[in-house]
């Protein structure tokens, strides 16, 4: 199969109407019509080999389906709705010229389809190259997704007050739990592919629905997706609105896959597990939360306040009373290892 080759059978099996697509692929650009009264939001994310997923050990599937939903959550992040996404991806030769390569490359385009179908967002470009190095080279894919959001009403990092509660989505550590159970297999690629499952880790659900419905609702006050792990993210929304938080532990809603850890490991995965891609968000403490939004769980995990000397930016009160410090401990972007930075101090 050729590069047009591939393109052709993109265009195929990505056919669905859009109002927001007004050309979609073929031409040398994309047309796209934001609703009236919207302003454009637009993300981008790298989904590197080696760095994002393990080409023996994720199922294509899944690899698919993490390329978008990344995008998609941070749209969600935002209170946005989905417009179109683009695809840049570099294959190696072997993807397209051997056989087990094109069955690779048609599994993840059906991963990133079903959830593009889900969430009625159109794919509506891209590019498509080579990747250098031959049968050595990796797959390596970027995802641009533009979604639309009503003039100056997207939810942002910043903005969160003094007193506001902090609430996060579903539940923590279960990306990380079982990233480490397939890590620890002995054999290769997880033959499951389907989203039937719990798949924290596999098939991550990006909060579309929740985000839109926290920006309808005028809601939150702040808003930030949790892709590198809860410390990580907690200090970004802290930093963005110049404000300390505290973080119950009992209140923190543990994935079961990650609870299967034992409690330290538990707790570790909840705090600095990356890849959940629930939504941390901050509210009036006066405002009643529902507890739940769309059909998903909301959880009152903690609070903000006064940055003052001596207070750490972020705190941790543990189940037997005491306060510490909490640093970020998640993801770390370019770490040598590209293994989780265990920093955190308890
Ligand atoms: P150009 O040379 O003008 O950049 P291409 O030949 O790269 O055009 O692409 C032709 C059409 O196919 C364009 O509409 C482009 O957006 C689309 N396309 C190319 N690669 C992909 C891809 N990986 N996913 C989706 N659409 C793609
Ligand atoms: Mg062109």
Redesign the pocket.
Same mark, same amino acid.
């Given at each position: 199969m050729s590069e047009?080759g &591939? #393109?052709e059978q #993109?265009?195929r099996n990505?056919t669905h109407e859009s109002t927001a697509v007004t050309l %979609? #692929? %073929?031409?040398?650009? !994309?047309i796209l019509r934001p609703p009236s009264g919207c302003e454009v939001v637009v993300t981008t994310d790298f989904t590197l080999e080696g760095r994002h997923f393990r080409r023996d050990r994720h199922p294509p599937e899944s690899v698919g389906h993490r390329c978008l939903a990344r995008g998609l959550s941070d749209l969600a992040a935002m209170g946005a709705t989905p417009m179109a996404a683009? &695809?840049? &991806?570099a294959l190696p030769s072997t993807m397209l010229a051997e056989a087990s390569g094109r069955a690779w490359t048609a599994r993840f385009f059906d991963g990133l389809r079903a959830l593009s179908e889900l969430h009625g967002v159109p &794919? !509506?470009? %891209?590019?498509?190259a080579e990747s250098p190095g031959g049968r050595a080279g990796l797959v390596l894919a970027d995802i641009v997704l533009i979604g639309s959001a009503p003039k100056g009403q997207a939810l942002r990092r910043s903005g969160a007050s003094v007193g506001d509660a902090l609430y996060v989505t579903g539940q923590l550590g279960g990306a990380a739990a079982e990233l480490s159970t397939m890590m620890r297999r002995r054999t290769g690629r997880i033959a499951s592919a389907k989203t039937t499952e719990d798949h924290p880790q596999l098939f991550p659900e990006p909060r579309l629905d929740v985000g839109e419905a926290l920006l309808r609702r005028g809601m939150a006050t702040a808003c930030i997706d949790v892709s590198d792990g809860l410390s990580t993210d907690l200090a970004h929304l802290c930093q963005a609105s110049a404000l300390c938080a505290e973080i119950e532990q009992a209140a923190l809603p543990i994935h079961p896959l990650a609870r299967k850890l034992g409690a330290d490991s538990a707790l570790d995965a909840a705090l600095n597990g990356g890849e959940d891609y629930e939504l941390l968000f901050a509210a009036p403490a006066s405002l009643r939360m529902p507890s739940s939004l769309a059909g998903v769980p909301i959880t009152r995990i903690g609070a903000l306040m006064n940055r003052r000397s001596g207070r750490p930016t972020m705190s941790l009160l543990t189940n037997d009373g005491s306060r510490n410090e909490l640093k970020p401990g998640g993801w770390e972007h370019f770490s040598q290892s590209a293994t989780r930075a265990k920093k955190r101090s308890r």
């Open positions: 047009l &591939l #393109i #993109i265009r990505f %979609g #692929i %073929g031409d040398d650009c !994309a683009f &695809l840049s &991806l &794919l !509506a470009g %891209g590019d498509t």
